[in-house]
């Protein structure tokens, strides 16, 4: 079946550092790939997408390419600020769309 | 416009007893889903609707969940004799349609059973 692997947390982090957040999946077909955030008290949002090999999803200063060959999807930001401390969720879609298969979730703390 | 909506936002329950989780979706979307985010077993899925009906049910954790949906709208989530376990933060979700998977998310409805 899918699954999807991120890195476990807390990542903690100054303001204005480089940050990474490593996702790779299993999955048969062609699945289409997400990172979600969750902001303390809020509901999950979706932060981006790559729905092919090879795809770009940005948003928000944060972007991750979709990579076949490595099946990953690493979430990155070249200069964190405090206000994206959360929860990172990576998830994927299988081929018939009815759900996501989501990673763990990683906690980001970004510290003035 | 709205966003998808879930009632109540805090549910607190003795075990033993049923309770009813409430989604309304965004309007139009045709898809709705539910999963269930807990401590133990990170964000779950339980049930998807096409339309009014479930194809794929396989996420149900027992049978005491079942869940409903009527009108291609309003979704029920049902919970029959609660334990413990089925402590969780219970959200629904919908999509335009299935394909393409752009989900957006109710901000939950966490249960308490005590």
């Known amino acids: 079946g899918n699954s999807v692997t991120q890195m476990e947390g807390p990542v903690t982090l100054s303001e204005e550092a480089f940050l990474t957040i490593n996702c790779t999946y299993t999955?048969?077909?062609?699945?289409?790939l997400f990172w979600y955030v969750q902001y303390p008290g809020e509901g999950l949002q979706l932060l981006l997408k790559a729905t092919k090999a090879d795809d770009k999803g940005s948003n928000k200063g944060f972007e991750a390419t979709y990579r076949k060959e490595t099946t990953s999807f690493h979430l990155e930001k070249g200069s964190v600020q405090v206000s994206d401390s959360a929860v990172y969720f990576c998830?994927?879609?299988?081929?018939?769309?009815?759900?996501?298969?989501f990673g763990g979730g990683t906690r980001l703390m970004v510290k003035p | 416009g709205a966003g998808v909506s879930q009632s109540p936002s805090n549910k607190v329950t003795e075990k033993g007893k049923d309770v009813e989780l409430r989604c309304d979706p965004i309007?139009?979307?045709?898809?709705l889903y539910w999963y269930r985010q807990s401590l133990g077993q990170g964000l779950e899925f339980l049930i998807y609707?096409?339309?009014?009906?479930?194809?794929?049910k396989s996420g149900l954790p027992s049978d005491r969940f079942s869940a409903e949906r009527t009108g291609g709208s309003v979704s029920t989530l049902t919970i029959q004799r609660t334990q413990q376990e089925d402590s969780a933060v219970y959200l629904c979700a919908s999509s335009l349609t299935p394909q393409g998977g752009e989900q957006y998310f109710g901000p939950g409805t966490r249960l308490t059973v005590t």
């Open positions: 998830a994927l879609i299988n081929n018939a769309g009815n759900m996501l298969t």
């Open positions: 999955a048969t077909g062609y699945p289409s």
């Open positions: 309007s139009g979307h045709t898809a």
């Open positions: 609707f096409q339309g009014n009906s479930a194809p794929d």
